[in-house]
């Protein structure tokens, strides 16, 4: 139980371009997921707080315009790469709370992002 | 969350028992300390978490001292799949999670 995944696990794309990353909780309803981004060699960073049928609350330094976050249902959250610069390639990872599991958070497998 | 403190780095014999130290000392009574690994290039992986109480599950178990301002993760028989970074956090009250620099395990053969 408590599965959480990602599509795509990996992308490249051309500078200047969007890129749309889907996080889901497979098999729990989740009010509430997290986004976070880690470059090599560093630990993961918070980047901003989604709530189900609201806005996503963004982490300082965070910019809301460059990183949209949508969390349409209990068991989607999506991010937006909008026009993607090469210093933002790195590894994007979500997580979810379980609405009946308490407060433990799952995360997914990860999407490595490359922009050249 | 609540500030932690945990070595960089520890190595282990495989087979062996492997003893994570976390230091949690401004950690609220409502905070419970939860530990996370993450194997190089994946999501990290939830391992346990407790209040006060040590806890055990089929991965790990998580020894709470009894003032809470440190904690241990126990692996009871290291493998070399368990070569990861590891996380303690304090997070209680629907907090948002943020990750510390974590204990780079190495299970040696």
């Known amino acids: 139980g408590a599965v959480v995944s990602q599509h795509p696990s990996w992308v490249i794309c051309k500078s200047g371009t969007s890129v749309k990353i889907e996080c889901r909780s497979l098999?729990?309803?989740?009010?509430?997921m997290f986004w976070y981004r880690q470059f090599p060699k560093q630990s993961l960073m918070l980047m901003a707080t989604?709530?189900?049928?609201?806005?996503?609350?963004?982490e300082q330094g965070v910019e809301k315009d460059k990183f949209l976050i949508n969390h349409a249902s209990l068991t989607l959250s999506t991010l937006t790469v909008t026009s993607a610069h090469p210093e933002d390639s790195s590894f994007y990872i979500c997580?979810?709370?379980?609405?009946?599991?308490?407060?433990?958070?799952?995360f997914g497998p990860g999407t490595r992002l490359l922009v050249l | 969350d609540a500030k932690t403190t945990q070595p960089p780095s520890m190595d282990c014999a495989e087979g062996r028992a492997a003893n994570l130290p976390c230091n949690h000392s401004?950690?609220?009574?409502?905070?419970?300390v939860y530990w996370y690994r993450q194997i190089h290039s994946q999501g990290p992986q939830y391992i346990i978490h407790?209040?006060?109480n040590n806890e055990t599950n089929e991965m790990a178990s998580l020894i709470i001292t009894e003032d809470r301002k440190s904690s241990t993760l126990i692996l009871p028989h290291a493998t070399l799949r368990d070569t990861a970074v590891y996380y303690c956090?304090?997070?209680?009250?629907?907090?948002?999670?943020?990750f510390g620099t974590g204990t780079k395990l190495q299970v040696i053969p």
């Open positions: 997580s979810a709370r379980d609405l009946e599991g308490g407060e433990t958070q799952y």
């Open positions: 098999d729990f309803q989740a009010t509430t």
């Open positions: 989604s709530n189900e049928g609201s806005k996503a609350t963004y």
């Open positions: 401004t950690i609220s009574g409502n905070e419970y």
């Open positions: 407790g209040l006060k």
């Open positions: 956090i304090g997070s209680g009250g629907y907090q948002k999670v943020t």
